[in-house]
């Protein structure tokens, strides 16, 4: 809200009951004489309980021994678990290790599928050759008269796949 509208305010926001100014006075006497007219105001107190008041709470609280604390995590107990547990990783891992896959028991039409069906593009497949992998004389060289590739390529090869891809 701007300055300029503040002083055109003219409604504070605040409201009185209606004739509350007039019996204000009324109940301000009523208020008055009601005081006035009670001696106490009913609650009591024993004598000196103030006094005695700390001395009853620490007489009440007793002061406990306290119990040696057993830690759940000792030095003595980690060595053994990390121990135990670089032992049991040691044993999977020359374990493992020994292990070397059998890919004698798959045959190349398995092989072939799974790398057509997996999606898995030349630059995943040449990652995993070496330069051994790739040396000349790992390569057999095959002599293979025209008319039979051209029947390779008729008859097994889909040339509408390969041509829209």
Known sequence: MSQEKLHNINNSGFKVPENYFDTLEDRLFTQSKLKASADSSGFTMPENYLNTLEDNILSQVSEKETAKVIPLF???????????????????????????????????ETVESYLLNEDIDLYEIASTLTAEDLAKENFKEVKIDETTFEDYILSDVDLEGMMTN
């Open 74 to 108: 000792s030095r003595k107990n980690l060595l053994y678990a990390s121990s135990i547990a670089a032992a049991i990783t040691l044993l999977f891992t020359l374990s493992i290790q020994n292990t070397k896959p059998m890919l004698d028991g798959v045959d190349n």
